[in-house]
Each structure stands twice: as C-alpha cells, then as structure tokens.
Nanobody, 128 residues
Framework: QVHLVESGGGSVQAGGSLRLSCAGV????????MAWFRQAPGKEREDVAG?????????YYSDAVKGRFIISQDNAENTVYLQMSSLKPEDTGMYYC????????????????????WGQGTQVTVSS
C-alpha cells in the first residue's frame, strides 16, 4: 500500500519550534514534488511549503510561513521534513504531507489538486 506517514506534531508555546517528518511507505519521496499543507479548524486547507526533491531544488513557501519554516529532505531515509520555528498561534492546525506522482520538476503546492498521495496528518497546536 502506497502512502505517506507524518509525525512530529504536538503542542508548543508561541515562539517555540517543531520538526515534522513525512516518511514514504511503499512510495519514494526521491525525485518528487513534495509539499506540506495545513488546515486550521473551520478553515480550508492551505499550502505551506513545497519543493522538488533533487539537489538544488528551489523551495516554495507561503507568505504566512516564509522566513520561519524550512522544508528539506533526507533521500537516504526517504523522508521529507518541515522545520518550524518562531511558531505562532495562527500556525495551529492539522499538517499534511503530500506528493505529486510524475509531472515536471516544477513544483507548485498552490495547485493542490495535482497532489495524489497524502498522509493522514499530524496535529500542531501553538498556545499564546
């Protein structure tokens, strides 16, 4: 069965940090368009960050997280990470990892419908 497994969520105070992990199960995260999305209670899911997992691939970040979050990969571990720093209460939500199978090396998390493999999500709660 092909899927992604997220971990690393939790509760943290504002200003704190968390690192989320996304491991591929039966699915390689190498040479893929990989992205993180999040959904706050009562709101639509939104893109957070994404990139094509080859060396030198430029990363995309939403304006809400730019300068605070970093997306990275460990191809040997078949895992993509999201390092989150200077967390704010508005960062609270369920965080999902997603992958786009196939396609070019242009990775646009803004096009959510392009992503066809998803994880179950990991909850992040930031208190003020």
């Amino acid at each position: 069965q092909v899927h992604l497994v997220e971990s690393g969520g939790g509760s943290v105070q504002a200003g704190g940090s968390l690192r989320l992990s996304c491991a591929g199960v039966g699915y390689t995260t190498n040479d893929r368009c990989m992205a993180w999305f999040r959904q706050a209670p009562g709101k639509e899911r939104e893109d957070v960050a994404g990139f094509y997992t080859v060396d030198g691939g430029l990363a995309y970040y939403s304006d809400a997280v730019k300068g605070r979050f970093i997306i990275s990969q460990d191809n040997a571990e078949n895992t993509v990470y999201l390092q989150m720093s200077s967390l704010k209460p508005e960062d609270t939500g369920m965080y999902y990892c997603a992958a786009r199978s196939g396609g070019s090396r242009v990775c646009r998390p803004q096009l959510e419908d392009d992503f066809d493999v998803w994880g179950q999500g990991t909850q992040v709660t930031v208190s003020s």
